[in-house]
């Protein structure tokens, strides 16, 4: 496999809910064996791709899966509360509260929920995507200090 279908394969993993950036550096540097800080950088870029799109269309599209069908209405308001209720977590530090939802590496967290979260609390771009990105970045760090660890001490 060529180096460039490599990262494009780091891109694409970071751009996925859930396994986000946390899944995509440690794939990076031990499946594809990548330099560190090319993969931290690809991953970055990834995982906040989807970021502003979340933001701006997320509620449209829950309108519409709600107007769509009773079970994608059901998964809408699922979701809308649970960014709600993480939404409630971080109304007294707003900003703070934000960067550190996304810059904790553990289910439940990082971009995309992060995203969803300033949505519902109609945040705006210009205040919400730069705290996404500081916790994008931090948790990039984490995840790299993790993985490189971890080949040193199985490598």
Same mark, same amino acid.
């Given at each position: 496999?060529?180096?460039?279908?490599?990262?494009?394969?780091?891109?694409?993993?970071?751009?996925?809910?859930?396994?986000?950036?946390?899944?995509?550096?440690?794939?990076?540097?031990?499946?594809?064996?990548?330099?560190?800080?090319?993969?931290?950088?690809?991953?970055?870029?990834?995982?906040?791709?989807?970021?502003?799109?979340?933001?701006?269309?997320?509620?449209?599209?829950?309108?519409?899966?709600?107007?769509?069908?009773?079970?994608?209405?059901?998964?809408?308001?699922?979701?809308?509360?649970?960014?709600?209720?993480?939404?409630?977590?971080?109304?007294?530090?707003?900003?703070?509260? @934000?960067?550190?939802?996304? *810059? #904790? &590496?553990?289910?439940?967290? $990082?971009?995309? =929920?992060?995203?969803?979260?300033? /949505?519902?609390?109609? @945040?705006?771009?210009?205040? *919400? #995507? &730069?705290?996404?990105?500081? $916790?994008?970045? =931090?948790?990039?760090?984490?995840? /790299?200090?993790?993985?490189?660890?971890?080949?040193?001490?199985?490598?």
């Amino acid at each position: 496999m060529s180096t460039f279908v490599k990262y494009l394969c780091v891109l694409g993993m970071s751009v996925l809910p859930i396994v986000e950036l946390r899944g995509a550096v440690p794939f990076g540097v031990g499946a594809m064996e990548l330099p560190l800080v090319p993969v931290l950088i690809v991953s970055i870029i990834g995982n906040m791709l989807p970021v502003p799109f979340i933001i701006l269309f997320v509620r449209k599209l829950f309108e519409w899966m709600k107007q769509k069908s009773p079970k994608l209405g059901a998964l809408a308001e699922k979701l809308e509360e649970r960014g709600k209720k993480k939404g409630e977590m971080l109304v007294k530090y707003e900003a703070l509260g @934000l960067f550190i939802l996304v *810059a #904790i &590496p553990l289910p439940g967290t $990082g971009a995309w =929920t992060g995203a969803l979260v300033a /949505a519902m609390m109609d @945040l705006r771009l210009k205040n *919400a #995507i &730069p705290m996404i990105f500081l $916790g994008v970045v =931090t948790a990039g760090i984490i995840m /790299a200090v993790f993985s490189d660890v971890f080949l040193v001490w199985h490598g």
